[in-house]
T-cell receptor, first 109, second 116 residues
Framework: GQQLNQSPQSMFIQEGEDVSMNCTSS?????WLWYKQDPGEGPVLLIALYKAGELTSNGRLTAQFGITRKDSFLNISASIPSDVGIYFCSSGNTGKLIFGQGTTLQVKP | GAVVSQHPSWVICKSGTSVKIECRSLDFQATTMFWYRQFPKQSLMLMAT?????????EQGVEKDKFLINHASLTLSTLTVTSAHPEDSSFYIC????????????FGQGTRLTVV
């Protein structure tokens, strides 16, 4: 079945550092979504991408939809303690959305 | 906008009983709702997709007679875990997608189910 390979699995960084994570797939998709999940909560949508090559920012977050439509990355600049959480990439076409395995981010003040 | 409310946020039930979880889209009409299950430190596993007014489509390996899904209106979907067992204990999350070709999905807060 379709799978999203997300990396890295976890990151432990110093406050102020930039972070990058990515997702790849063997399938072509027309949507890439990035979510953040805090413990015991549902995921919250951070950025949505709809076109190959699209680069979109949301504050300190930037995400890009890969040209091949099989990958996407999320960058967080100047990390702060509240960036801690699990970040998921999600993708799909007209039907269901599937999720990557998640990247757990820890930020050391 | 795009608020999805899930209720209850947590529930404890006895083995053999049934539990109903509600998912409501508060400020948009959700033509499609998704139900996920999440184990600790793992990703979201899609259980089923439901479209308003039609039967849900279940993922392989998910028992449709055990996890009953109803999507009777454009703002409400329910998941009923029937004859619950301890192995059904998990975090269940719904998400909703609006009409008009929307490709974004918004999540509820999740429901922590514990079966004792």
């Amino acid at each position: 079945g379709q799978q999203l390979n997300q990396s890295p699995q976890s990151m432990f960084i110093q406050e102020g550092e930039d972070v990058s994570m990515n997702c790849t797939s063997s399938s072509i998709f027309n949507t890439w979504l990035w979510y953040k999940q805090d413990p015991g909560e549902g995921p919250v949508l951070l950025i949505a991408l709809y076109k190959a090559g699209e680069l979109t920012s949301n504050g300190r977050l930037t995400a890009q939809f890969g040209i091949t439509r099989k990958d996407s990355f999320l960058n967080i600049s100047a990390s702060i303690p509240s960036d801690v959480g699990i970040y998921f990439c999600s993708s799909g076409n007209t039907g269901k959305l599937i999720f990557g395995q998640g990247t757990t981010l820890q930020v050391k003040p | 906008g795009a608020v999805v409310s899930q209720h209850p946020s947590w529930v404890i039930c006895k083995s053999g009983t049934s539990v109903k979880i509600e998912c409501r889209s508060l400020d948009f009409q959700a033509t499609t709702m998704f139900w996920y299950r999440q184990f600790p430190k793992q990703s979201l596993m899609l259980m089923a997709t439901s479209n308003e007014g039609s039967k849900a489509t279940y993922e392989q390996g998910v028992e449709k007679d055990k996890f009953l899904i109803n999507h009777a209106s454009l703002t409400l979907s329910t998941l009923t875990v029937t004859s619950a067992h301890p192995e059904d204990s998990s975090f269940y999350i719904c998400s909703a997608r609006g009409s008009g070709g929307s490709r974004e999905a918004f999540f509820g807060q999740g429901t922590r189910l514990t079966v004792v």
